[in-house]
């Protein structure tokens, strides 16, 4: 369960002087973690807080550190507890669906950002069930909002599917993509301690 809430962490990106939603920003998080075993929460902070004196003032930052260990342990544990970050259920329905398909962006972001440094899993080498969740999770952030009102029960009941699909299917692209991801460092610590035992100059290695 997240300890911090949306619109507290969206009020602590503006005071930092942040553009990008709080959804997004946290869907940015995921997906980073979802493709990196060791993402750290600096990197995450560069990416939505543009100024580096804004980022040394842990203080003001200590709710987003709260959503980096929330998540992270969400993700990484076995019970499944992982939630996006999304507008509270009093707010409007059209409010909470732009707000969905912010996370849903920040997501995709974060999945091609966080594998900077490491060599990136090529699409064709993804298993099929996380390409089909990527595909969909592409169309609900492009997906235009058009409700009326707030809201009747049915688009109530369709909009909790797409959260609860959302949330399982990213769980399920951490699961599948971690263990690859971590392998390839492995494979990749143990081929520059191959070239440094070969008598390399790690200097000269390019």
Known sequence: MLQVTFAEVARVLEGLGSSVPAAEAHGCLVG?????????????????????????????????????????NALRGEDMEFEALLP??????????????????????????????????????????????????THIGRASVELDGDGNESEEEAYAEVVEYVRVGVQLIHDELIPVAAHRIDVGDEARDDDLDDGSDPSTLH
């Open 32 to 72: 980073a973690l979802c493709t990196s075993p060791d993402y750290p929460m600096e990197r995450w902070l560069e990416e939505i807080i543009p100024d580096a004196d804004q980022r040394d003032d842990e203080q003001s930052q200590q709710p987003l550190r709260l959503l980096y260990a929330d998540t992270l």
């Open 88 to 137: 509270d259920d009093d707010i409007s329905l059209a409010t909470r669906a732009g707000g969905l398909s912010q996370w849903c962006q920040g997501f995709l972001y974060g999945f091609g950002t966080g594998q900077v440094g490491t060599r990136a899993v090529k699409q064709e080498e993804l298993p099929g069930n996380v390409n089909e969740i990527l595909n969909d999770l």
